[in-house]
Nanobody
């Protein structure tokens, strides 16, 4: 059974930074997309960034391109989302997700992941 545990959320001011972590445990980590989604109140869940575990190819959503970076520590089976130059519109619950085996990251559609973490809140104040 796959489990995803997020950490690192919190509250920062506009322009600040946060790093989210997602630790994976369970069935094989390789050959799947690990990604981050977010959902603000009253809005649909959207894909933020993804990384394919076997070749480290990445996907970054247009709304965060140039500000957010996704990376992984393969040995620790942990994915990170580095968020810089944060804006109030980045405020949301952030969820770690994993697809099934051999599924690429794009498109970052919230119907695609098979596994989800519990979420971690990110709040950016102006």
């Amino acid at each position: 059974q796959v489990q995803l545990v997020e950490s690192g959320g919190g509250q920062v001011q506009t322009g600040g930074s946060l790093r989210l972590s997602c630790r994976y445990s369970g069935y094989t980590y390789r050959n799947r997309c690990m990604g981050w989604f977010r959902q603000a109140p009253g809005k649909e869940r959207e894909g933020v960034a993804g990384i394919y575990t076997s070749d480290q190819s990445t996907y970054i959503g247009d709304s965060v391109k140039g500000r957010f970076t996704i990376s992984q520590d393969y040995a620790k089976m942990t994915v990170y989302l580095q968020m810089d130059s944060l804006k109030p519109e980045d405020t949301a619950m952030y969820y770690c997700a994993a697809t099934g085996l051999a599924e690429l990251c794009a498109p970052m559609d919230p119907t695609r992941p098979d596994y989800w973490g519990q979420g971690t809140q990110v709040t950016v104040s102006s």
